[in-house]
């Protein structure tokens, strides 16, 4: 019987000691060898923003399928692969609430999303108090300012321009180079056509220009007949438009202003890059000014690039090859997503959510689709856009994007992080 | 402000009337006859746009013929729709096809997104961006084009009303339906009829703005909302009132933009149907319940 104890101890003995060891020290050696990290995306998958989400999204899933064909990338000793879910928040405020809550449900490890402003807004604190890191692609301020604190959504990051970083070098366009003063704006009625204007208010006004009148707002979604407002701009005594919104309604906005004679000049958001916006307006929108956000190095410029943008390249050439069709600005807010998150995992050695986060918000400078650059403490990306126009039906890059911090400055990181 | 700015503002005033007056009759016929709220009129608003993009890219094919063409394969999948889901579901209980109606309305807008993807579209329009100044005042070509059909639409619609047995049916059925039935007019064929006739137009619609407004697959819901708006608005049942409540509401909406401010002018649509209801609770010219 004594002996059979011992046995017995020695064996329980043995037993805890394996796991405690095994515990402590083997998962170094013996752990997962291969890490998936699913990655949620709450984009506008049906609606009127419908195109430009699943746009993002396909940019997403052929990132990841690249980087997961390619056996991954090592994240310390691991390899780790992307895994994607989706979720449609339809652009409004009430289908990213239940986008968020279903991102949730599925435990996503990161999210990317929305390109909404209104529905990125709704999920921001969702995503908060899940403690899951949210990379936005939406305009509005707010998003990296009050909405952000109020939500204590500190390891958000929005990964493109906000509403001042387009409207900014526009506006300092507008009055330096065109001596464009007096302007008309009209925008849709959602948190990123008011931030918009007001942003581009807020330089115009700076550089001794002004609105010749309180700006115009329109329904979104619906409004399809502009007619009214830029009849409106044709007799206000502007030299020139400032027009916000989606695509589909600034190519009926171009349109319209065409078909009524206007001889105003024309300012847009990057939008009127958009290749189904080129299509429909054609040689139409020739003269119209709009800022740049994506370079693949194709379109024709009127400055010397210092910088080459690799990431935008090589999205562009994938794309071509693989799907032959060009790449988008759309497709680079989810390629860009996987590649700040592989590059994140990839410096910090770790896959852990907060972990990751700081190091996107470390300062450091990550390559991707729209540029090489940075993050502030804000979240804000700490990236620049130039600006660009349409010639002989040819996007034409026309400054770079030192544009806005050439002198008479009007962006500093200062603007893109008011305190 | 200056006499060719405030005329400019009418002529965009009547022109959007047109969009809105070919689905609200549309809609208010099937209302008339079936007392259906067909919100899937939006969907063939825009099966009508795709039709036309789609013809105007096919060898043979052109814009001019491919108004017939929507006109027809809307005629068609209005008739199928009614026949396949709200008849049934009427035998069962009128609300159901209110609520059968969106989930059509929804389901049409997701498979036309499978189809065609959510890109926006535009016909190039076969009159290219001629247009008339008349003294400052700015009408294209093809805004011409929608006028004229339009009104040759509405004066076809008036006749086959007024002069065609069908048409002294639906117009019976629509007034009283009770009455219309006992003197032996078949309430569910002249259905088919409205659902082909309202199908048509919606479809002939989207074809004609096709040139004019990008759209994509969910366009027919912001269309289908205001032209409901309208019909109320009018009086259910009532073509008249479907027509004048497409100019008044789309003069209203335009002259709120115009002297107002642009973000009140869909405001208008709705309250002018709240009023409406407070006030006449039949519409403009509707008739009141016997």
């Known amino acids: 019987m004594r002996l059979k104890g011992l046995v017995q101890r020695t064996g329980w003995g043995l037993l805890v000691t394996f796991l405690v060891l095994g515990g402590i020290g083997l998962p170094a050696t013996s752990g997962p060898a291969v890490e998936t990290v699913t990655v949620g995306f709450a984009l506008p998958l049906t609606g009127a923003a419908a195109r430009e989400g699943q746009e993002s999204l396909e940019g997403a899933q052929v990132a990841v399928r690249l980087l997961n064909e390619a056996g991954g990338f090592r994240v310390g000793n691991r390899t780790v692969r992307f895994e994607i879910v989706s979720e449609d928040d339809r652009c409004t405020p009430a289908g990213g609430t239940e986008a968020a809550n279903r991102l949730v449900a599925r435990r996503v490890r990161f999210v990317g999303g929305s390109f909404c402003s209104s529905a990125a807004l709704a999920e921001q604190p969702i995503f908060a108090q899940a403690g899951i890191p949210q990379v936005f692609y939406a305009y509005a301020t707010d998003l990296t300012g009050v909405a952000r604190q109020r939500a204590g959504a500190n390891l958000s990051v929005r990964l493109g321009p906000q509403a001042a970083t387009e409207m900014a070098p526009l506006a300092k366009y507008a009055v330096t180079v065109n001596n464009h003063r007096l302007f008309f704006a009209m925008a849709q009625n959602t948190d990123f056509g008011r931030s918009m204007v007001a942003e581009f208010r807020k330089v115009l006004e700076r550089l001794g220009g002004r609105l010749v009148a309180e700006p115009e707002f329109y329904t979104f979604p619906g409004t399809t007949d502009f007619r009214t407002i830029l009849t409106k701009a044709r007799g206000s005594g502007a030299e020139a438009l400032l027009a916000i919104g989606l695509v589909g309604e600034m190519i009926g906005v171009s349109l319209q202003f065409r078909e009524l004679g206007l001889t105003l000049g024309f300012y847009g958001s990057d939008l009127l890059e958009d290749p189904a916006y080129q299509d429909a307006v054609g040689e139409r929108a020739n003269g119209f000014f709009y800022p740049w956000v994506y370079d693949d190095g194709v379109d024709p410029r009127r400055f010397t690039r210092t910088e080459p943008e690799r990431m935008a390249r090589e999205m562009s050439l994938t794309f071509l090859n693989t799907l032959k069709k060009r790449a988008t600005r759309n497709h680079g807010w989810g390629w860009g997503t996987i590649h700040l998150l592989k590059q994140a995992m990839e410096r910090e050695g770790s896959t852990d959510p907060e972990r990751v986060m700081r190091r996107v918000l470390s300062g450091e400078r990550f390559e991707l689709p729209l540029g090489n650059y940075g993050f502030l403490a804000c979240g804000q990306a700490d990236m620049r856009v130039g600006v660009a126009s349409y010639v002989g039906g040819r996007r034409t890059l026309m400054v770079d994007r030192d544009f806005a911090g050439r002198a008479p400055t009007v962006l500093t990181p200062a603007d893109l992080c008011p305190r | ?290």
């Open chain 2, 1 to 290: 402000m200056d006499v060719a700015t405030i005329l400019q503002f009418g002529l965009n005033g009547l022109f959007v009337a047109t969009g809105y007056a070919l689905v609200a009759l549309g809609l208010t016929l099937i209302f008339g006859v079936l007392h259906i709220a067909d919100f899937a009129q939006g969907a063939l608003y825009v099966v009508g746009a795709y039709v036309s993009f789609y013809a105007t890219q096919a060898p043979g094919l052109g814009y001019f013929a491919s108004l017939p063409v929507a006109m027809v394969i809307g005629a068609g999948l209005a008739s199928l729709n009614g026949a396949a889901v709200y008849l049934p579901l009427q035998r069962h209980s009128g609300a159901l096809t209110f609520i059968g109606a969106l989930g059509v309305l929804l389901i049409l807008q997701n498979v036309a997104l499978w189809l065609f993807g959510g890109e926006f579209r535009l016909v190039r329009s076969p009159f290219g961006d001629g247009k008339f100044n008349l003294g400052g005042v700015i009408l294209t070509h093809h805004q011409a084009f929608v006028l004229a059909v339009t009104a040759c639409l509405l004066v076809a619609l008036w006749m086959a009303l007024r002069y065609t047995k069908p048409g002294k049916g639906l117009r019976a059925a629509a007034q009283e339906a009770e009455a219309a039935r006992l003197v032996g007019i078949d309430s569910q064929r002249l259905g088919l009829l409205a659902f082909a006739v309202a199908g048509a137009l919606a479809a002939g619609a989207g074809a004609l703005m096709a040139p004019i407004r990008a759209f994509d697959p969910h366009m027919g819901a912001v269309v289908i909302l205001k032209s409901f708006a309208i019909v109320i608005f009018g009086g259910m049942g009532s073509v008249p009132g479907a027509l004048v409540g497409a100019v008044t509401v789309a003069l209203a909406e335009t002259f709120t933009a115009a002297y107002v401010a642009a973000e009140f002018a869909d405001l208008v649509a709705f309250g002018l149907m709240i009023a409406a209801l407070f006030v006449r609770p039949q519409g403009l010219l509707g008739r009141r319940p016997a």
